[in-house]
């Protein structure tokens, strides 16, 4: 076995091939293939995660079934003290029709002993399933997202609007009613506006929504990274003042609503059906076919279903079922070792909270509470 070929045994007798590709022919190969990428799965992606802390992209593979390519996919690493893993964000791309739940199967573990090979030290594999399997643990961090609103932009502007709720053409009109709202696209943002102006706003929205943020840099190294013709940073500004913005990304011919901020006055202006209004009619006008809203609320991502009745004004059978994320172990005691060490910290970091509020005779603040890792 080589770093850049790989042949594993998969179940009933076939054979599955795993090798490592360079990012023009990972995307060559999805597009011959009648597949468009996730943004996530991109080369301008990888370049993005090659600056993020703690994270680096490792390899484009291709998965194939004999000849045929079945499969093609981006890894990250995210490496910390204790643990390895790596993430094939909304990845695989399949590349043919039979997904079926043992075919998936069948791939994960060509994916798994590749990894084994070149990869000794990663504990965990962490990929997009249409199937549960017995192979596969929720992950171990993060937002589990299996649905989202995807809005179809090739439709005219009539039906568009004919697909939102009543709810959602009445915020509409009344946003672009106010003359105050201006809409903009500010990509060409300076690197000090993005941390005094827009930075702030989500930080008032995370307080008010109950996230949390990564470091302001890593928003705005998105937008640079990813560059302005995949990655856009639009705003609505309220007699001059911006009161909410998004990062919009867009590859292949799909939109998404990846990162959004509002001002707490922004709420009384319907600032934010200004902003959604304008990105979808910017988008289309420009030729792109999808909008997705990137997550909704489920029995696995309850955190987000506080915003199935936002996103669902703007399509109200825009619903969809999407592939989940879900961690393949590779190396068990890594995943103990881990799970140990965060046990422990959460416990010395909740005896300090309460040591703190019993000193202040004051309850835990919220942030204290709960141990969060990205």
């Known amino acids: 076995m080589t770093g850049s070929d790989a042949a594993v045994a998969a179940r009933g007798g076939a054979e599955l091939s795993v090798r490592q590709c360079t990012a023009a022919e990972f995307v ?32 484009f593979l291709v998965v194939s079934d004999g000849d045929a390519p079945m499969a093609a996919l981006s890894l990250s690493a995210q490496r910390s003290r204790l643990l390895d893993q790596l993430w094939a964000k909304r990845g695989p791309v ?23 090979a070149e990869r000794p030290s990663a504990g965990l594999l962490r990929l997009h399933t249409e199937h549960a399997g017995s192979d596969l643990v929720e992950p171990l961090v993060g937002v589990s997202c299996d649905r989202t609103v995807l809005l179809d932009l090739t439709q005219s502007e009539e039906d568009l609007l004919a697909g939102m709720s009543q709810n959602g053409r009445r915020n509409i009109r009344k946003a672009l009613k106010n003359d105050g709202l201006v809409f ?6 300076g690197i000090r506006h993005f941390e005094t102006v827009m930075y702030p706003i989500f930080e008032e929205t995370a307080r008010r929504d109950g996230f949390v943020l990564r470091p302001w840099r890593s928003y705005y190294e998105m937008l640079r990274r990813l560059g302005p013709d995949t990655c856009r940073l639009f705003t609505v500004r309220d007699e001059g003042s911006v009161v909410a913005w998004t990062l919009v990304t867009e590859y292949d011919g799909q939109a998404g609503y990846y990162f959004a901020a509002s001002a707490d006055t922004a709420r009384d202006t319907y600032a934010v059906y200004r902003l959604v209004w304008g990105v979808l ?37 825009a619903l969809l079922e999407v592939p989940g994320p879900w961690d393949v172990v590779l190396r068990p ?4 070792l881990f799970h140990t060490a965060r046990s422990t910290r959460t ?7 309460r040591a703190r509020a019993l000193r202040a005779r ?7 509470r709960f141990d969060f890792v990205e």
């Open 28 to 59: 060559d190969v999805v597009h011959a293939a009648g597949r468009v990428i996730p943004v996530e799965q991109s080369p301008q992606w990888a370049r993005y995660d090659d600056v993020l802390p703690g994270r680096a992209h490792w390899r």
């Open 94 to 116: 399949w590349l043919d029709d039979d997904r079926s739940a043992a075919r998936e199967r069948a791939l994960r573990e060509a994916l798994a002993a590749y990894i084994r």
């Open 184 to 189: 903009a696209d500010e990509t060409a943002i």
């Open 281 to 317: 009619q910017t988008l289309q006008a420009e030729g792109a076919e999808s909008f997705d809203f990137c997550g909704a609320g489920s029995d696995r991502a309850p955190s987000l279903l506080s915003l199935n009745r936002f996103k669902l004004n703007f399509g109200r059978q």
């Open 333 to 336: 005691n890594a995943v103990r």
């Open 347 to 353: 416990a010395l970091r909740h005896t300090a909270a």
């Open 362 to 368: 004051q309850p835990m603040a919220s942030g204290e």
